[in-house]
């Protein structure tokens, strides 16, 4: 049977709701492991303080931060599913509902760039990505609200042939002029090559990818592994309180591109937002981390 609108609509109701209220399990534990490791008192006390925190948002059901941040949605289908549903409609729909309904309630954050007047609507909102699946049959949405002070960060410079050295430095760049704004320990999501568009693409994707996961290329295996290593030596720490403690990870994609080389840079704050469903064609819906 063909995945209906009014499924979509709920799910991507949901997806946002829930992913405002729970800190993914392996976001979790990454803050466990950096308890352990954090030399300095003051980082180590906070990033306790932010693990009782996730638990009581979990137990009680409530948000994690009051800037809910605004819908951004990746969608991803697959070339073998049956849909009878307008997607973007049906999303749009979904945070309206959501907008009316969700306790405790979500503040306007959508904001008219020509105006600035806020609300829970605007040209082009929800943020939409579409791809696609081979072969499969299903409909996958991933939720992640962005809000203000990983958004405000995020950067993206061209480079005409730049050595790996070079992209290290600017990623490094960024990351100290970004300081505590977006709320460390940051994800870092890192987009090089292809062309402007698609670089920004591939830095918040990989912003969402697990934290264990690590990268199939060797190149840039190591250089996410310098990279935070690096990150979390400049002393900037859990909210900039000071510490090891300022990446929980890096994660990078690349693309072939000509020899202008854009490399993009994206951050996730501490509660690491994500949330991701699979609608099947069958009817079924998985919800996954």
């Known amino acids: ?170 990623i490094l760049h960024c990351v100290v002029s970004a300081g505590s704004q977006p709320c460390p320990p940051v994800i870092v999501g890192v987009g090089i090559g292809g062309t402007f568009d698609y670089a920004a693409k591939m830095a918040k994707e990989a912003m969402l990818s697990p934290i264990a996961e690590e990268n199939s290329d060797p190149v840039l295996q190591k250089m996410e592994a310098t990279l935070l290593q690096a990150i979390n030596r400049t002393g900037i720490g859990p909210m900039g309180t000071g510490g090891d403690t300022t990446a929980l990870a890096v994660h990078i994609q690349h693309a072939a591109g000509h020899g202008f080389i854009p490399v993009a840079v994206c951050f996730n704050c501490w509660p690491n937002r994500r949330l991701s469903a699979r609608i099947y064609d069958n009817g079924a819906i998985e919800y996954f981390e």
């Not at 950096?34 to 006390?45: D, I, L, S, W, Y």
């Not at 409530?62 to 049956?82: A, E, N």
């Not at 503040?107 to 760039?113: G, I, K, N, Y």
């Not at 050295?165 to 600017?170: A, G």
């Open 1 to 170: 049977m063909a995945i209906a609108h009014a499924t979509v609509r709920s799910v991507a109701a949901t997806l946002y709701e829930r992913s405002l209220k729970k800190v993914p399990e392996d976001t979790k534990a990454a803050l466990r492991w950096a308890v352990e490791k954090e030399t300095n008192e003051t980082g180590r006390e906070v990033l306790k303080q932010m693990l009782r925190s996730a638990e009581a948002a979990e137990n009680r059901n409530w948000l994690m931060c009051s800037d809910s941040g605004i819908p951004v949605y990746f969608v991803k289908i697959g070339t073998g599913v049956r849909i009878d549903a307008d997607i973007k409609d049906a999303i749009t729909k979904g945070f309206e509902d959501l907008t009316q309904t969700m306790t405790p309630p979500l503040l306007p954050h959508v904001t008219d760039p020509l105006t600035l007047e806020r609300s829970y609507a605007g040209k082009g909102i929800p943020i939409l990505s579409f791809d696609l699946i081979h072969g499969a049959d299903y409909l996958e949405l991933t939720c992640s609200p962005k809000g203000l002070g990983s958004g405000r960060w995020a950067a993206l410079q061209v480079f005409s042939f730049p050595s790996l050295e070079t992209i290290e430095k600017y």
